[in-house]
């Protein structure tokens, strides 16, 4: 079983249009982070929430952590070719960081 | 750049042989997690070095062993390679429950 769902598992879409990403999980966490991943390259860490109701913003990227601290989105406002890339979310536990099993995002140019 | 190197980049083995992946960690860092990160998967954890003890193992079977040095930098053994042993192999370090840093991974193939 998988501590951390995430959908969609992959995910196509025009350069300029707009994406939401989840990331779901029956725990609470005292934290979840949001990475991503090119080919060849280890994750890189995008962001860190922490508390329930959190939003945070990142350029065009906006996460939000859920009120109950089970579950995080991540969304992207007029996609670029740029974004493309395995976005991960990954939950704090007993000190180390269990990853789900990521969105796979291409945008198309 | 995250200071964290890993070697080798790339091997192939053979399947039963015994490989070692080594691991540099960021100055100052004195935890080590390492990931095995099938493909198109997430990473999953193998297990975590604080101050050279083992701190935390994930599901992983026993021939999954490692070490932690003085320096802080470590090394991932897995004996008797198996084909789904394939993947890339991350580890990353922190200061223990900070931010954790990648390295750009081993990638293993076992043929």
């Known amino acids: 079983t998988q501590l951390l769902e995430q959908s969609p598992q992959f995910l196509s879409i025009q350069e300029g249009e707009n994406l939401t990403v989840y990331c779901n999980s029956s725990s609470v966490f005292s934290s979840l982070q949001w990475y991503r991943q090119e080919p060849g390259e280890g994750p890189v860490l995008l962001v860190t929430?922490?508390?329930?109701?959190e939003v945070k913003k990142l350029k065009r990227l906006t996460f939000q952590f859920g009120d109950a601290r089970k579950d995080s989105s991540l969304h992207i406002t007029a996609a670029q070719p740029g974004d493309t890339g395995l976005y991960l979310c990954a939950g704090d536990r007993d000190d180390k960081i269990i990853f789900g099993k990521g969105t796979r995002l291409h945008i198309l140019p | 750049e995250t200071g964290v190197t890993q070697s080798p980049t790339h091997l192939i083995k053979t399947r039963g042989q015994q490989v070692t992946l080594r691991c540099s960690s960021q100055?100052?860092?004195?935890?080590v997690s390492w990931y095995q990160q099938a493909l198109g998967q997430g990473p999953q954890f193998i297990f975590q070095?604080?101050?050279?003890?083992?701190?935390g193992r994930g599901n992983f079977p026993p021939r999954f062993s490692g070490l932690q040095f003085p320096n802080y930098s470590s090394e991932l053994n897995v004996n008797a390679l198996e084909l789904d042993d394939s993947a890339l192999y991350l580890c990353?370090?922190?200061?223990?429950?900070?931010?954790?840093?990648f390295g750009e991974g081993s990638w293993l193939t076992v043929v």
């Open positions: 929430v922490v508390t329930g109701g």
């Open positions: 070095y604080y101050r050279e003890e083992e701190n």
């Open positions: 990353a370090s922190s200061l223990f429950g900070d931010t954790i840093y």
């Open positions: 100055s100052g860092h004195n935890t």
